[in-house]
């Protein structure tokens, strides 16, 4: 009965360890809606598999009543509208068929990390259900935990080899020691002999274990275990290894923290607004020619999904092909004025699948290689890295009367740009109050763009610096614990990411669609070559302006001059203007001609935030302290179900107890049940009085419990030799006195144990699983004869 009393924690643990192995999937998708409900089937995994064992079903009748339970669950959740009295129908089962198609679609389309559709959700709940299912079966029902590491294992690589990058080793420890945790709760006998002696004989009795050799073999097998386990995590670590060097994910930092060297280099776009860029490397990435005397920044990469990090954003993976269709850039109306212009690259070093390339593309020539270009935003991914290519790009030079005819976005465009248009959740409120007073009396989303841009490149007081100011303070000197956009904005020194986020989020907070693009600064030209190093690497902000379509800005102070079109003399003087051209400009509202961001509310601000769902309250209640209140909560509530019940038993047996002499049996029974909790066992069968004498010598009462136990013994006496039982009133007062003694001489863990996990609960929760599995037998046996005898009279 022990064993199966421990069944529940054994599935919780199981649950926990399938939501750890899939913890890797948090990096394939956008959102992490899917936990929710993920969580949710677990817990029915959980419930059902402890309901079935606790009825003494079968192995393969529990691993039914798991599957059964989890279609059923599955099919409320996601087939409301599609049920029968709350069971499946083929309805529902199209419902389930529409959602996995949808899935197979958005797998296809998108790279990590992807969407969070219905169809993804509904897919990877479901399966991670299945996972918990087999681990369940496997680790509590079979008792077999060690076979339980293949459906983690397949659980933990399904997620890992499609995130396209390598996993920290946190994702897979964590997944590691859970496993290791249910093993060790399945042989907790035999690992609690690792530190005791243990006398075996020398010579085993013919037909019967050897007890020695089994210690040895279980000791030599855990010490390949721990060992193998050891070298699977350090191997990695302690083996020379040649890393990709990442020129975007520090922005052109050396891999070698050296600042020099050759060699090509990937292009990571994991981009963190809170690293500083001390080291940066002047190794060639590429050399080109071009007739134009201005070059435009070489873009690689675009993303618009930001949390704290610039993260890339799973769109719909190119078709390669060596003569691929480059798709009309977004929004670019044929009537803006425009040059030609050709760039021929004769070296190139950067690693596939990236390529840098001038933007808006018109046609580029890779010698054959297979390459393709994405339908919304033209970045290029190729399947080679070329050694030499050319590539020819519109430079716009649209009109004054152009740019101040971008009138604000309509329904559907504010539909279609969704993500360009999210804000930061931590930063969202003081982003917004900020961009409404840059962009107060703006008419033209260009002009609201302007005042921002020249915010942020002169008249915000900001400082272009490779090394980050240190956390802002508040007024009491301590952390001001702002996320890393207000932070800088708060300290005003940044390098290229930060300025092109913040001119990204407060565009998007004053209703323009924006993103951040990704490449290097044209470079330095010598006798009629441009060079571009690593060091080159930069962030600009684009903008989506109706009728020119992805519109780049420069933001960034001492850095590269804005293009033409955003610099007062393109408007004769309109607000905002760039660094480079100066032009006078009308200062912002705020202290000394500029706003603070010190002067703007702490909260609010933002109508995202606004209102309290069921979403944020699940996400409060999942996240940060919010986690940590409600799990203690439950902890708390949890560790309060056995006391409840040994006290609901003791006031039941005193209720249903007819006669005083029941009364005082009922407290002397809770006497000793109490000692034996407290880790002295019950006394030998003996007189009451050699009763008293056994506890005052195991419990080390003193004067005082060992006179409340003399009194407990007398009136146990004659209510049992007597004949004429006396008021067991003060029974209770002197069984609590006694137990106050002896407890003071226990350790502070049998106490606990003792408070927590009384026997007499054990017992009445034993009691109510009983009973409940004798109500269930009797109904399925009273129906099923019902039915037997309904088809018995059929002719």
């Not at 393109?570 to 905002?576: I, K, L, N, Y």
Request: charged content about 15%.
């Amino acid at each position: 009965m022990k064993g199966r009393a421990s069944r529940g924690v054994d599935a919780t643990l199981a649950a926990i360890a399938t939501l750890t192995a899939a913890w890797p999937v948090s990096t394939l998708l956008v959102e992490p809606t899917w936990v929710s409900r993920t969580l949710l089937l677990l817990v029915v995994v959980v419930l059902s598999g402890v309901g079935a064992r606790a009825l003494v079903l079968r192995g393969s009748q529990v691993l039914t009543v798991q599957l059964v339970c989890v279609v059923l669950a599955a099919s409320a959740i996601y087939g409301q509208g599609h049920l029968w009295h709350g069971l499946p129908t083929f309805e529902t089962l199209g419902v389930a068929d529409k959602l996995i198609r949808e899935a197979i679609k958005t797998a296809q389309m998108y790279s990590a990390p992807a969407p969070t559709t219905p169809g993804l959700i509904f897919v990877v709940s479901g399966a991670l259900a299945l996972v918990a299912v087999a681990v369940d079966y496997l680790a509590v029902t079979r008792r077999s935990p060690s076979l339980a590491g293949l459906p983690l294992l397949s659980a933990f690589l399904s997620s890992a080899a499609n995130t396209g990058a390598s996993l920290p080793v946190y994702f897979f420890l964590a997944a590691a020691v859970m496993w290791l945790i249910l093993v060790a709760r399945q042989g907790s006998a035999i690992l609690r002999r690792w530190g005791t002696t243990v006398t075996v004989a020398r010579t085993p009795v013919r037909g019967t274990i050897d007890s020695e050799g089994l210690y040895r073999y279980s000791a030599m097998a855990r010490t390949l275990g721990a060992a193998a386990l050891v070298a699977a995590i350090a191997t990695p670590v302690l083996l020379p290894q040649l890393p990709p060097k990442f020129f975007l994910s520090g922005l052109g930092r050396s891999s070698s923290g050296t600042g020099t060297g050759t060699g090509a280099g990937g292009f990571s776009l994991n981009i963190d607004l809170a690293v500083d860029l001390n080291e940066q490397s002047t190794a060639p990435v590429l050399q080109y020619t071009t007739g134009d005397s201005s070059p435009p920044p070489l873009r690689v990469a675009v993303t618009s999904f930001y949390r704290g990090v610039w993260r890339p954003f799973g769109g719909p993976t190119p078709a390669l092909s060596t003569n691929p269709d480059i798709p009309a850039p977004v929004g670019l109306s044929p009537d803006v004025p425009k040059r030609r212009f050709t760039m021929a690259f004769a070296r190139n070093l950067l690693n596939d699948p990236n390529l840098a390339l001038p933007y808006p593309l018109i046609d580029a020539d890779l010698g054959g290689i297979a390459w393709g270009a994405d339908n919304q935003t033209q970045s290029v991914r190729v399947a080679e890295s070329p050694d030499s290519y050319t590539a020819s790009y519109w430079r716009l030079e649209p009109t004054a009367a152009m740019l101040q005819s971008t009138p604000p976005l309509s329904e559907a465009d504010r539909t279609r740009f969704a993500m360009d248009l999210t804000l930061d959740g931590p930063s969202a409120g003081k982003v917004t109050a900020l961009s409404e007073q840059l962009t107060a009396g703006k008419a033209s989303n260009y002009d609201k763009a302007m005042a921002i841009q020249q915010y942020l490149r002169a008249d915000g007081g900001f400082t272009y610096s490779l090394t980050l100011a240190p956390p802002a303070k508040d007024a009491s000197g301590n952390d001001a614990g702002f996320d890393p956009l207000t932070n800088f904005l708060v300290t005003k020194k940044g390098y290229c990411v930060q300025f092109a986020t913040a001119m990204v989020m407060m565009s998007r907070a004053a209703g323009i669609p924006a993103h951040i693009a990704l490449g290097f600064l044209p470079g330095t030209q010598s006798k009629g070559v441009w060079t571009v190093i690593a060091a080159d690497a930069h962030a600009w902000p684009e903008l989506y302006l109706d009728g020119l379509g992805w519109t780049r800005f420069e933001p960034t102070p001492s850095r590269a001059a804005p293009p033409a079109y955003a610099t007062p003399a393109t408007t004769g003087g309109t607000s905002g203007g760039g660094g480079t051209s100066g032009g006078a400009t009308a200062p912002a509202p705020g202290k000394s001609g500029r706003p603070d961001i010190g002067d703007l509310p702490t909260s609010g601000g933002s109508s995202q935030g606004a209102g309290l769902s069921p979403a944020s309250v699940f996400r409060w209640l999942t996240h940060g302290w919010g986690a940590v209140l409600f799990g203690s909560l439950l902890g708390l509530f949890g560790s309060l179900v056995v006391p409840l019940a040994a006290r609901w038993r003791r006031r039941r047996d005193l209720i249903t107890a007819r006669t005083a002499s029941q009364r005082v049996e009922v407290q002397w029974g809770f006497l000793t049940s109490s000692l034996s909790d407290l880790g002295i066992p019950p006394a030998p069968s003996r007189t009451p009085r050699q009763v008293r004498a056994y506890y005052e010598q195991e419990a080390f009462l003193d004067a005082e419990a060992s006179a409340a136990l003399g009194r407990a013994v007398q009136t146990l006496e004659r209510s049992r030799y007597a004949g004429s039982a006396p008021d067991p009133g003060g029974l209770a007062d002197d069984v609590r006195q006694v137990l106050r003694g002896a407890a003071a001489t226990r350790r502070a863990s049998d106490r606990l144990r003792a408070a927590l996990w009384p026997s007499r609960g054990l017992t009445q929760l034993r009691s109510v699983r009983v009973n409940l599995a004798w109500s269930v037998r009797a109904t399925l046996r009273d129906a099923s004869a019902v039915m037997r005898q309904r088809f018995s009279r059929r002719p």
